[in-house]
T-cell receptor
Framework: DQQVKQNSPSLSVQEGRISILNCDYT??????FLWYKKYPAEGPTFLIS?????DKNEDGRFTVFLNKSAKHLSLHIVPSQPGDSAVYFC????????????FGAGTTVTVRA | DAEITQSPRHKITETGRQVTLACHQT?????MFWYRQDLGHGLRLIHY???????NKGEVSDGYSVSRSNTEDLPLTLESAASSQTSVYFC??????????FGEGSRLTVL
């Protein structure tokens, strides 16, 4: 049973607008959350992370929000650029279970010119 | 620059054959992982290792094995390849308990 869910398989957004990617989780023991970006024929690369003791982390155009009570996190990309077209994976770490990461199924973002 | 490399990048094999995918990292990381990526499932953990001689099963370990004889390498072996193991395999390493550094992937097709 997937503990990390990305319910939107795809997202299309116009260049310059905001992209919002959502992620829900079920395991209350997750204490660290990460977003990875993946281009075709390449491995995923780390994008941004957030600890469970925070509710927001910002890095340039990328901001991650965490709502622990709702077990929900989101990634905001502002403004979206053509180079942001990729698959984005949400991941969560369980420190009580050998620090393993669980990944969501991914959301494919397409930025239209 | 430190890196993590996988080989082969593409492999076609037949059902029942033994296959080994290589993973080599020069980060000097203690932690290494193998994931498979399938449509609709994202990345699922196969095996992982937190140091030399340490190996652990992940959520989809059946039919796979790993060994860790040194810090740099974690080869993944499919003892008897099955069509259900057709997938893209990613090796990753980390120095701590969070961020992973991934290789470029190995696409395996089992006919």
């Amino acid at each position: 049973d997937q503990q990390v869910k990305q319910n939107s398989p795809s997202l299309s957004v116009q260049e310059g607008r905001i992209s919002i990617l959502n992620c829900d989780y079920t395991n209350s023991m997750f204490d660290y959350f990460l977003w990875y970006k993946k281009y075709p024929a390449e491995g995923p690369t780390f994008l941004i992370s957030i600890s469970s003791i925070k509710d927001k982390n910002e890095d340039g155009r990328f901001t991650v929000f965490l709502n622990k009570s709702a077990k929900h996190l989101s990634l905001h990309i502002v403004p979206s650029q053509p180079g942001d077209s990729a698959v984005y994976f949400c991941a969560a770490r369980d420190s009580s279970n050998d620090y393993k990461l669980s990944f969501g199924a991914g959301t494919t973002v397409t930025v239209r010119a | 620059d430190a890196e993590i490399t996988q080989s082969p990048r593409h492999k076609i094999t037949e059902t029942g054959r033994q296959v080994t995918l290589a993973c080599h990292q020069t980060w000097n990381h203690n932690n290494m992982f193998w994931y498979r990526q399938d449509l609709g499932h994202g990345l699922r953990l196969i095996h992982y290792s937190y140091g030399v001689q340490d190996t652990n099963k992940g959520e989809v370990s059946d039919g796979y094995s790993v060994s860790r004889s040194n810090t740099e390498d974690l080869p993944l072996t499919l003892e008897s390849a099955a069509s259900s193991q057709t997938s893209v395999y990613f090796c990753a390493s980390s120095g701590g308990r969070g961020e992973l550094f991934f290789g470029e992937g190995s696409r395996l097709t089992v006919l």
